[in-house]
């Protein structure tokens, strides 16, 4: 069994940046892809970001390219999502999650495995 535990959520304005995190337990996950999803109120669960099991490979929507950055850190079990230039439509509560392919970052949901159970972000205009 896993468990993933997101922080680093809050409120922040238009332009600023957050990073998030998410600890691992349960299970070495240095050999799983991670991803980040979000949903915004009102929205259907969207892909975020991925990283492959050795942070070789990357991937990420077109709606945070450039401003968004994942990383992992295997020895502490925890990947990162840094988020700058914070806009007001990235507000949602951001999921990190395992996913089940080892050689590229799968983009749909039902390709991850376990959850966490989400931090807020809301940035405001």
């Known amino acids: 069994q896993v468990q993933l535990v997101e922080s680093g959520g809050g409120l922040v304005q238009a332009g600023g940046s957050l990073r998030l995190s998410c600890a691992a337990s349960g299970r070495n996950v240095s050999s799983s892809t991670m991803g980040w999803f979000r949903q915004g109120p009102g929205k259907e669960r969207e892909f975020v970001a991925g990283i492959i099991r050795n942070g070789g490979k990357t991937d990420y929507a077109d709606s945070v390219k450039a401003r968004f950055t994942i990383s992992r850190d295997n020895a502490k079990n925890t990947v990162y999502l840094q988020m700058n230039s914070l806009k007001s439509e990235d507000t949602a509560v951001y999921y990190c999650?395992?996913?089940?392919?080892?050689?590229?970052?799968?983009?749909?949901?039902?390709?991850?495995?376990?959850w966490g159970q989400g931090t807020q972000v809301t940035v405001s205009s």
């Open positions: 999650a395992t996913g089940t392919t080892l050689f590229y970052v799968p983009q749909k949901a039902n390709l991850y495995d376990y």
